[in-house]
């Protein structure tokens, strides 16, 4: 699906825009990282399909796991011929599978076909959670003020189009609310620069136990695990929220320093690497930054179908220094319902795009798997999460 931008758009030799609007991928001699625009003309998506802003940097293979004989860090991983057995999603189909295979890869749920979740499912399934989002702000709560949308030519040009801030009014009183609260009160446990590892004190990992157990009691998460329950992913509520926690606060390194990110920080709370921003994509870690003085808003170059909350804008913006080229975000959104959806398409559809449908209208997350680590029986880490296409 591609993004139908709402401001004029200019066609390019490329084609027309994504949201996040470059990727880049490795030849097939694997010694070649080229970026690339992903255009009409693309037959398919191409493999492996990396951010070019570095989120989700590759590993050598050989760095992934110790033992190319077995499935432990590589459950669902794409096709490699040069691997001695395979433990993706057809190597049952084929009599290829690592010997392991079973023991390891039967929680990820696509190791029986009957098992799969279907696109038609998740879309049901995402329609049902965007109804039950009862937090989410109303049409009064919020005012934006999206003010210049520009060609995605311009991103690169790191110029200030909208001399506004993008919110003029939010009703602060959502944040009274328990989910906002819990989730707020993470967003100041990390350090933004990636190398620096991050020690918890007792206090914020309560914070992050307060915050599961604060979303875990709304309807949108209890449609979530409801509907995972019921495709034998997980068979006690205990096993769901354990398994939330590590994949999304896990910590891993992105940097030198060991346990310097993780799924959370990387996608609600945002990272600076190399001098850029990454990750970053939460309307309340936006909005209490810009409040701040901390976040400058630049311009943006969509702004979704939705006419009433939660709805999608990708911006351009520059966070303390910092420049972010296209940063994707629900704006409007419960912490619920966001850490909902992201955790739906990871764990459906991990390293890839995850088609949902909210309130009648087509929309994609596109996840990514931490590869160099792994935890349980070679359960991988959220990476990032984000939205990358709506069509109207």
């Known amino acids: 699906p591609f993004l139908l931008p709402t401001c004029p758009i200019q066609q390019t030799q490329e084609g027309l825009f994504t949201l996040d609007h470059q990727v880049a991928f490795q030849d097939r001699d694997n010694t070649q990282l080229r970026s690339h625009f992903v255009s009409e003309e693309d037959p398919k998506e191409p493999e492996p399909f990396l951010e070019l802003e570095g989120e989700t940097e590759e590993a050598p293979a050989a760095n992934l796991y110790s033992a190319p004989d077995s499935c432990r ?27 392991d295979f079973e023991s390891l890869c039967d929680h990820e749920g696509f190791s029986h076909s009957s098992d799969a979740i279907t696109k038609e499912e998740l879309q049901s399934i995402s329609e049902k959670i965007y109804r039950a989002d009862t937090n989410k702000a109303r049409k009064e709560d919020i005012i934006i003020n999206s003010q210049n949308c520009i060609s995605p030519s311009e991103t690169r040009d790191q110029v200030d189009h909208c001399p506004e801030p993008l919110f003029s009014y939010v009703n602060e009183e959502l ?19 990636t190398g620096r590892g991050e020690h918890f004190s007792a206090q914020q990992l309560a914070e992050q136990d307060a915050f599961l157990r604060e979303v875990t009691k709304t309807a949108v998460m209890k449609e979530l695990y409801s509907f995972l329950r019921d495709q034998n992913r997980y068979s006690s509520e205990q096993e769901f929220v354990n398994d939330l926690k590590n994949m999304w606060f896990g910590l891993y390194s992105r940097g030198n320093d060991k346990g310097d990110s993780s799924g ?31 976040v400058d808003y630049y311009s943006h170059i969509y702004d979704g ?9 990708a911006m351009q913006f520059n966070w303390d220094g910092y420049y972010k080229e296209v940063g994707s975000a629900f704006i409007g959104s419960s912490p619920e319902f966001e850490f909902a959806l992201y955790s739906l398409c990871f764990i459906a ?14 929309l994609a997350i596109q996840t990514y798997t931490w590869d160099k680590s792994t935890y349980g029986n070679g359960k991988k880490y959220i990476a990032t999460a984000y939205v990358v296409s709506s069509t109207q």
């Open 73 to 99: 860090g590589r459950c669902l991983e794409a096709f490699d011929k040069h691997h001695q057995c395979h433990c993706n999603a057809r190597c049952r189909d084929f009599g290829n599978c690592c010997e």
């Open 175 to 193: 944040f009274s609310k328990p989910t906002y609260t819990a989730f707020i009160n993470l967003l100041n446990n990390y350090q933004r620069a």
């Open 264 to 294: 959370f920080e990387h996608v609600f709370s945002g990272e600076v690497k190399k001098g850029k921003v990454t990750g970053f994509h939460n309307w309340i870690r936006f909005y209490m930054q810009e409040k701040e003085g901390l």
């Open 305 to 313: 179908p939705w006419d009433s909350y939660p709805d999608v804008l």
């Open 349 to 362: 559809r991990p390293g890839k795009v995850c088609q949902l449908s909210l309130g009648g209208y087509p």
